[in-house]
């Protein structure tokens, strides 16, 4: 599976921003998906993940209420609606393909390239 992020962007605290996420291959909506971010200076870190079906989501408390999670099964993308961002959300996002639905990145097999999220105060 390969996997292709895309929509960052410089925005403003409070804008908004979707990112992307297409994957090759006709196994997607076999995989659990997940959108991972890591800061300056920080680990990375879950922000959201849905399972293969679209019909379980988990998000970081830090996101919560501000994100959404989707997936398109039929176009093969997932996607991230980030609402009411703040200078906090800024990182590079990664998103994940894995078997498990898990928050955490070990359990992902493949990584998209990243797309960075600046948000300015």
């Known amino acids: 599976v390969q996997l292709q992020a895309s929509g960052g962007g410089l925005v403003q605290a409070g804008d908004s921003l979707r990112l992307s996420c297409a994957a090759s291959g006709r196994t997607f909506s076999s995989y659990a998906m997940g959108w991972f971010r890591q800061g300056p200076g920080k680990e990375r870190e879950s922000a959201a993940v849905?399972?293969?079906?679209?019909?379980?989501?988990y998000y970081a408390d830090s996101v919560k209420g501000r994100f959404t999670i989707s997936r398109d099964n039929a176009k093969n993308t997932v996607y991230l609606q980030m609402n009411s961002l703040k200078p906090g959300d800024t990182a590079i996002y990664y998103c994940a393909a894995g078997r498990v639905y898990s928050s955490q990145a070990r359990h992902y097999l493949y990584w998209g390239q990243g797309t960075q999220v600046t948000v300015s105060s």
């Open positions: 849905i399972a293969s079906s679209g019909g379980v989501t």
